[in-house]
């Protein structure tokens, strides 16, 4: 009868336990439209420097994208292989490039959309996970360029159809922040969307103000963690269950 009781007790903590979350670790690596940005150069704002504000506190975010970085340079430097040192079964990580690795005249970190911008990706895909992580593409966020009529250009060629292509051969988590973004910003138009930009008025560091259709502020920033947020929980990933989105 004992023995009986203190099954059905072990079953009932188990169960218990089975529906408690872990921890999970975040690791994102990209470009300065992603990167943690200093406080001289508020109300620059990377998305992923907001990240977190759409995990509950059993998420941590570690944010390795950095300005200027193409999917080229980031390995060069030794930046991957940090991320890689890091690595555990369990994690997720968040792969945006393409803004630098267009830069032909910078050989550095240029790289060709479906011959070496392509490999790099797969390495990072790869890579990720023989360490057990889950790696998750994502496009870039598109440029804010309108033209006469009032209709976004695009800037990225074939960059994201690159990408898109590596999701599918390697069947990759995809968010199409290039499609996300483009759709956003057209719906807003030409003056509403400089809400979401780096447009900002003279200061004393910068007299002219800031003219940027690259790089987001607060809002954009927190705009586009938040469109990142809302894809993820359509994914079939245990990290969907960790997202915390406001009713």
């Known amino acids: 009868?004992?023995?009986?009781?203190?099954?059905a007790i072990l079953a009932?903590?188990?169960?218990?336990?089975?529906?408690?979350?872990?921890?999970?670790?975040v690791y994102m690596v990209g470009d300065s439209t992603m990167s943690n940005k200093k406080a001289e150069v508020y109300p620059e704002t990377g998305w992923g420097q907001v990240f977190d504000q759409f995990f509950n506190e059993q998420v941590t975010v570690h944010n390795h994208a950095v300005n200027g970085r193409s999917t080229k340079s980031f390995i060069t430097e030794g930046r991957w292989q940090v991320v890689l040192d890091s690595l555990?079964?369990?994690?997720?990580v968040f792969i945006q490039f393409g803004h630098n690795d267009q830069k032909d005249q910078d050989s550095t970190r240029y790289t060709d959309p479906y011959g070496t911008y392509s490999q790099n990706l797969e390495k990072y895909v790869q890579e990720s996970r023989e360490k057990g992580a889950t790696p998750i593409l994502l496009t870039s966020i598109v440029r804010?360029?309108?033209?006469?009529?009032?209709?976004?250009?695009?800037t990225h060629g074939e960059y994201p159809e690159?990408?898109?292509?590596?999701?599918?051969?390697?069947?990759?988590p995809l968010i199409d922040l290039q499609q996300l973004t483009a759709a956003l910003v057209q719906e807003l138009g030409?003056?509403?969307?400089?809400?979401?930009?780096?447009?900002?008025?003279?200061?004393?560091?910068?007299?002219?103000g800031r003219q940027d259709d690259t790089?987001?502020?607060?809002?954009?920033?927190?705009?586009?963690?938040?469109?990142v947020a809302v894809e993820l929980t359509g994914l079939p990933l245990d990290l969907a269950e960790y997202i915390v989105l406001e009713e």
């Open 144 to 154: 804010r360029k309108f033209d006469e009529s009032g209709q976004l250009v695009d």
């Open 190 to 208: 030409d003056e509403p969307s400089k809400e979401l930009y780096l447009w900002t008025e003279p200061t004393e560091r910068y007299p002219e």
């Open 12 to 25: 009932l903590f188990l169960a218990a336990c089975s529906g408690v979350q872990k921890p999970i670790d």
């Open 215 to 227: 790089h987001l502020r607060v809002a954009g920033a927190l705009t586009v963690a938040e469109l």
């Open 162 to 172: 690159a990408m898109r292509q590596v999701a599918q051969r390697m069947d990759v």
């Open 1 to 7: 009868m004992k023995t009986k009781f203190g099954i």
């Open 88 to 92: 555990k079964s369990g994690d997720y």
